[in-house]
Nanobody
Framework: QVRLVESGGGLVQTGASLRLSCTASTRITSTHQMAWFRQAPGKEREFVAALSRNSAAKYYADSLKNRFSISRENAKNTLYLQMNALTAEDTAVYYC??????????????????WGQGTQVTVSS
């Protein structure tokens, strides 16, 4: 069974940067669509960013595309999320996910088959 393990979260101040990592137990990052979602307390899980299986296309939530960047390193079976200029509104648990759905559904959390356990990001103001 494929496992995804996120890391890199933590407590930072407003304006700081963080890079989250998601390491897979198999070579899933090169065969699946990969994505990051986040869930803040009391809110629904929301799409953050996604990367097509061949890395040809990147997708971002409109409100985050100027500050966040998604990438992957297939040789390490790892997906990354670079987050810059963090604000308190970015405080959430961040999850990575893998799926095989078509690109038109890449923002749909319900279609991802594999999820990590999440990593907490807390931004203090």
């Amino acid at each position: 069974q494929v496992r995804l393990v996120e890391s890199g979260g933590g407590l930072v101040q407003t304006g700081a940067s963080l890079r989250l990592s998601c390491t897979a137990s198999t070579r899933i990052t090169s065969t699946h669509q990969m994505a990051w979602f986040r869930q803040a307390p009391g809110k629904e899980r929301e799409f953050v960013a996604a990367l097509s299986r061949n890395s040809a296309a990147k997708y971002y939530a409109d409100s985050l595309k100027n500050r966040f960047s998604i990438s992957r390193e297939n040789a390490k079976n790892t997906l990354y999320l670079q987050m810059n200029a963090l604000t308190a509104e970015d405080t959430a648990v961040y999850y990575c996910a893998a799926g095989t759905q078509v690109l038109s559904s890449i923002r749909d959390a319900s279609l991802y088959s594999t999820w990590g356990q999440g990593t907490q990001v807390t931004v203090s103001s």
